[in-house]
């Protein structure tokens, strides 16, 4: 059974850095696509970032480019989302999110999510 744990949420002030870490554990052949979303109270769920296998090749929403980084260690299976210089608006459940096959097929699988809170 595949599971994305994610860690690293919190609450910090305007301007601060937070770090999120997804770890993908379980019967994993190979993970294409990682990602990071996000849902506002009252808003549906975006793409905040996501990096492919070969980690050259990244996306990010034009609301958090050049603040946020995305990074992935494929040895370990984990992903990243290094955010700096945080905003009152980036306070969301940020969600992990990656297209692993276990066996024969590419599945997504989601994590629980993890809060940030951005406030003074």
């Known amino acids: 059974q595949v599971q994305l744990v994610e860690s690293g949420g919190g609450l910090v002030q305007p301007g601060g850095s937070l770090r999120l870490s997804c770890a993908a554990s379980?019967?994993?052949?190979?993970?294409?696509?990682m990602a990071w979303y996000r849902q506002a109270p009252g808003k549906g769920r975006e793409l905040v970032a996501s990096?492919?296998?070969?980690?050259?090749?990244?996306n990010y929403a034009d609301s958090v480019k050049g603040r946020f980084t995305i990074s992935r260690d494929n040895a370990k299976n984990t992903v990243s989302l290094q955010m700096n210089s945080l905003k009152p608006e980036d306070t969301a459940v940020y969600y992990c999110?990656?297209?692993?096959?276990?066996?024969?097929?590419?599945?997504?699988?989601w994590g629980q999510g993890t809060q940030v809170t951005v406030s003074s």
């Open positions: 379980g019967s994993i052949a190979k993970i294409n696509n």
């Open positions: 999110n990656a297209l692993i096959r276990a066996t024969t097929v590419f599945r997504n699988y």
């Open positions: 990096i492919f296998s070969s980690s050259d090749s990244t």
